[in-house]
């Protein structure tokens, strides 16, 4: 535990994360545009900071948690950013899901410093960052990895996806896959209902079967009862489809079922639905097929 | 074991189903079009017929499992066929896979002469029916489903799903969902390969977190390896993916992800892919893509 650690970013992935980081016994910095987030953390005995480069300049591991790649190169490369007159050696880890061609940008910034960097975006949510179960997916030097394993092992499970960008990627490929099966589930569920068959029905058969999935075990009961408090919001959904888009884009990749998840949960945000659970993709079939619930 | 069994449809999955209802002691005669098929179970103790017409006189239900919609309307509906002369309080069950439509408008005949239907397709596959594992998904009313109870019971397991064209409704849910799932892991593995990470590693991530399904779990590391032996043939997923296209139409169901991948699917047959495993839809994407095994 004799490395102090730098915790940028202190929304509700952030702050159970630098938490449990203050827990494991490591000195921790925190940093946060809002002061409120920052007062929680210097409560449990963190170190408050006024800048990026302030916590750059105490810590030796600086880990950031933001919400979209152009939150990532702000705090990393603007005028008392992390980057700025940071001294070489230090380790930096961005958690943030964001574009992979942005995480490759910050990291070629960062090597020109003499300072490695590696990309380790998170799935698991808000519960995961609660219950430290969070699945780290990360990018980088295989060295640096091992160097930030103890870290990542107080957050959740860790696993080596490949060279710089690789974390961003492969998180991109978990939320490809996990939109199409939603729309599975959703076009699934309004065929069934149209057709006269009871939703509960067709989510037993399905589950039993073939068809089955985690998305399915965790939401398809909810989905049936019309419940889609978050778990993970549509719009952050959106934000991911919109980095596989840049992604698709940058590596020549035509993914036309990624382009219509793209659109549906456009259609999402555009019908106010962006704060429910993504599951409520079936809503967008509903209004389709003009089959809401009720009507 | 006292009612006797008529079944028409001797085919990959017809042949070893016929084979366990004589096993569990039925008296059973068959029926198929082509001789060579029908000899396999008379060997085996069961009683051959010249016509569907044969089959009802003698037997009290019958069973088809056939192709496509069109079979069973002329299996059914024509001159010789199973409807023809038919006596009042058969018991008629279809297992093969047809559109609801087409499902319920049988039964509509059916009933018109006195005799009760079910609509029971299947999953499972080749393997499910070897194995009396199949997944059974039943419509029509209710006491006559548990009239067929035993007998499913020797198939696999029944479940049943409600009014006549049921069972289609949900067995074409299922194959939206198996559908979807498959574009989902085609394209997270074509972004991840262009984007430079491994295959294997995108599967592992995934296959531990939110994005698991079984479709991953069966055949996601023989897409790693390019292994494309079925399984369940992609042609008789377009078949189904017809089927989804007739019935969205009959029961006003926009299913944009339904309608992309029958799109998707019609490519894989005019790619000479029909004969390949459903999963092998990742061809397709990497044909979009440039990004063939090997190129």
């Known amino acids: 535990m004799d490395e102090k650690i730098g915790f940028i970013g202190l929304g509700i992935m952030g702050q159970p994360m630098a938490g449990h980081l203050v827990d494991a016994g490591y000195p921790l910095a925190v ?11 210097t409560r449990s005995g963190a170190r408050p900071m006024a800048s990026g480069c302030e916590v ?16 990532v190169e702000e705090v990393y490369l603007s005028k008392g950013g992390v980057l700025d007159g940071i001294r070489p ?15 490759v940008k910050v990291a070629d910034e960062a090597a020109s410093r003499e300072c ?27 060295q640096v990895f091992d160097r930030a394993l103890p870290i ?18 492969v998180k991109a490929c978990n939320q490809v ?19 006269g068959v009871d939703r ?44 596989i888009r840049e992604a698709a884009r940058a590596y020549e990749c035509c993914l036309p079922g990624s382009a219509l998840a793209h659109s549906l949960y456009t259609a999402m945000q555009a019908n106010g639905w962006g704060d429910l659970d993504h599951s409520a993709v079936v809503k967008v079939i509903e209004l389709l097929s003009n089959s809401a619930e009720g009507a």
Chains 1, 2 share one sequence.
Not at 31 to 41: G, N, T
């Open 200 to 243: 509960a029905v067709v989510l037993d058969v399905l589950s039993a079967g073939y068809a089955q999935s985690r998305v399915m075990d965790a939401r398809g009961g909810r989905l049936v009862d019309g419940d889609f408090q978050p778990g993970f919001r549509s719009h952050l959904h959106l934000k991911d489809l919109n980095i």
């Open 116 to 142: 490695a960097m590696l990309d380790a975006p998170v799935s698991g949510g808000e519960t995961g960052a609660r219950n430290a179960k969070l699945s780290i997916m990360v990018g980088g030097e295989r």
């Open 177 to 195: 896959q996990v939109a199409l099966t939603l729309i599975g589930m959703a076009e699934a569920m309004v065929l069934g209902k149209k057709a």
């Open 152 to 169: 990542f092992g107080v957050l959740g499970k860790a696993t080596y996806c490949g060279k710089s960008g690789a974390g961003q990627v």
């Open 31 to 41: 940093y946060d545009v809002r002061p409120e987030a920052v007062a929680v953390l």
């Open 89 to 103: 050696g230090r380790l930096l880890v961005d958690m943030s899901t964001i574009s992979p061609q942005v995480a």
């Open 56 to 71: 750059t300049e105490w810590a030796d591991i600086v880990i950031t948690m933001l919400p979209d790649s152009r939150d």
